[in-house]
């Protein structure tokens, strides 16, 4: 009745913007990601006959009320699966700064799915922990692999068949994606409320979406070939296009703070010496760079050279969720 599951974050190189089914977080349109080794969440679950309710601590904290009746209703979908009552107890430790357009429900979700049906004593494949991950949040169906994945789009009602396949190991290519964190505090507009927004009123939406299939193409051949240039230049692009989408929505907005541009210019100005640098950004005003590990020196003296870059964390291509032994 107990399991242990730790996931690391993941962050899309081809972004997810944009659901067709706000319930079961079916996306618009397909995506793809590399999983980071340095960011993580790690949860036990613990199910217990004797709870009327379940019980969520976070860090060591009891957790928000709102954050407890997610992973609440999630458990809901676990226990169906189980045919099973019982409440539970879910502590989790996130090495990862809650909320700041870094991928923490991806490693939450990834990991309370492991977690939580190990502990049930039920037993899926990939495809089935990465259909349920989704659920908790669109992002986490991504975070089951390691390395590079993609999660596809597609076309069911019900969403079976939406979720995540691994696309390289980690191992396939030794790569640094390193995060430039402006503000570790809570987002102004959550990703839900941001896509939302825009899906419903952006004028530039259906121009994000029209150029999806090629970015996808395009990464996927540059992984295979393990060309960082190509790589980087249609994940940047697709980053900016996906941040586009939002000035057009009614009312506009953006995740994006002054800095967050001076870091952009400062990735363009490295690439104008000759440096591999690329930039994407997620739902948050941080920046996270792409480069090659023999370039990491160069790429992290001009980001902390960025005023109000409180920390640098350096990743490398991460492992897919694992099962942990019990403390
Ligand atoms: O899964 P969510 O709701 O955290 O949405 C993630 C959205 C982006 O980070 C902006 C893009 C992505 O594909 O991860």
């Not at 396939?172 to 419903?200: C, F, I, N, Q, Y």
């Not at 029209?210 to 990464?219: C, I, N, R, S, T």
């Not at 692009?237 to 400062?266: D, I, S």
Request: with cysteine; net charge neutral.
């Amino acid at each position: 009745m107990r399991a242990t599951a730790r996931a690391h974050a993941n962050i899309a190189l081809v972004k997810y913007w944009g659901k067709r089914d706000e319930a079961l977080h079916l996306p618009m349109n397909g995506s793809l990601s590399l999983t980071l080794d340095a960011l993580y969440t790690t949860t036990k679950v613990t199910f217990e006959p004797a709870l009327s309710e379940d019980r969520f601590v976070l860090d060591g904290q009891p957790a928000r009320e709102a954050d407890r009746a997610k992973v609440s209703a999630f458990l809901d979908r676990v226990r169906a699966l189980a045919n099973t009552r019982v409440r539970a107890t879910v502590e989790s430790a996130n090495h990862v700064p809650t909320a700041a357009g870094l991928a923490s429900s991806a490693s939450a979700f990834a990991a309370l799915a492991a977690a939580s049906t190990r502990a049930l004593g039920l037993s899926l494949d990939d495809e089935a922990l990465s259909r349920l991950a989704r659920v908790g949040s669109g992002s986490a169906c991504r975070s089951i692999y390691g390395g590079f994945a993609e999660w596809r789009r597609g076309a069911r009602a019900d969403g079976l068949d939406s979720f995540a396949v691994p696309l390289a190991s980690a191992e396939h290519w030794d790569l640094r994606m390193v995060v430039a964190v402006l503000e570790a505090g809570p987002k102004a507009v959550s990703s839900r409320e941001g896509m939302r927004r825009t899906v419903a009123s952006s004028v530039f939406y259906p121009g994000w979406l029209a150029g999806v299939e090629a970015d996808l193409a395009d990464a996927r051949a540059a992984i295979a070939a393990r060309d960082l240039d190509a790589l980087g230049r249609v994940a940047e692009a697709n980053a900016l296009k996906m941040h586009a989408t939002t000035l057009g929505a009614t009312p506009p907005f953006t995740y994006w703070r002054g800095q967050t541009l001076v870091l952009l210019q400062a990735v363009a100005e490295l690439r104008a010496r000759g440096v591999g640098a690329y930039a994407t950004i997620d739902a948050g005003p941080n920046v996270k760079v792409l480069c090659a590990p023999a370039d990491l020196p160069t790429v992290q003296a001009a980001l902390a050279a960025v005023s109000g870059v409180e920390r640098l964390i350096v990743c490398a291509p991460g492992p897919g969720v694992t099962l942990l032994e019990d403390a």
